[in-house]
């Protein structure tokens, strides 16, 4: 059942996925949402980093704070680690103590050496085969008690749909873009074409082969082959023109 602090928590996540200018700025903001809550609950400073699964290998994507980043950073370059664990069986994975964890030496003595005693690893899933993961770390072994774990996981939950929605968004805008920069591509060649057809009174088909010529002589994309063409007779650079 959702609580007053978690429908909180939520409100406030939907305003910064308002304010937000691009996925990256809307994780900071809940890497910090989520380091203050559950910080809350902890006997110590909570540090919060988000790596993003989108496709294949997971990647940090925003964190609470620069060393957040970088101890997020590690454990992906190491390729293991709770938070790592945590994506891959979506299961909260914990170390309480570095100094006694067998799991994980290398990354154990990284985190040492940053003075990070304990870090949690809580999944969320997201939609499709996007995932994410919320990777705490605590200057203080122990600091995982039963309250904090549920702190942090519950937070996960409560922020999961904002989460999905923000990802979501994203893969819209990114195919989207997508798009719009394939039909700029294929108009800078079709109006190519065009010119090259009125120059030689050839086909379109002719045309094509000439500009597919050019391209394979320059050793050029065959749209900037295109838009170089246009852009020199023109003055100016090939747009799409999309109704409104």
């Known amino acids: 059942m959702s609580t007053s602090a978690d429908n909180e928590s939520v409100r406030q996540l939907q305003e910064i996925l308002v304010g937000a200018e691009g996925i990256v700025d809307f994780l ?12 809350e609950a902890a006997d110590d400073t909570i540090e919060c980093a988000v790596t993003l699964k989108l496709r294949r290998r997971p990647t940090t994507a925003a964190g609470s704070s620069a060393r957040a980043v970088e101890l997020d950073h590690i454990e992906q370059m190491l390729g293991d680690g709770p938070c790592v664990r945590a994506l891959r069986e979506m299961t909260p994975i914990m170390i309480d103590d570095v100094a006694r964890d067998p799991r994980w030496p290398e990354f154990n003595e990284k985190l040492a050496e940053h003075n990070v005693r304990s870090s949690l690893g809580v999944p969320l899933e997201i939609t499709g085969d996007a995932r994410a993961a919320l990777n705490f770390f605590a200057t203080k072994p122990h600091v995982f008690t039963a ?79 295109a838009r170089e063409l246009i852009e020199q007779l023109s003055g100016s650079s090939v747009r799409t023109h999309f109704d409104s």
């Open 28 to 39: 900071s903001g809940l890497s910090e949402m989520a380091a203050a809550a559950v910080s």
């Open 147 to 225: 309250d904090v774990y549920d702190k942090a996981v519950g937070f996960a939950g409560a922020v999961h749909n904002t989460m999905q929605l923000s990802v979501r968004i994203n893969t819209i805008e990114n195919r989207a873009e997508d798009l719009e920069a394939a039909l700029e591509s294929r108009t800078a060649i079709n109006l190519a074409c065009g010119v090259i057809m009125a120059q030689n009174r050839c086909s379109q088909e002719e045309a094509m082969e000439i500009l597919t010529k050019v391209s394979s002589n320059r050793n050029r994309k065959l749209r900037d082959v």
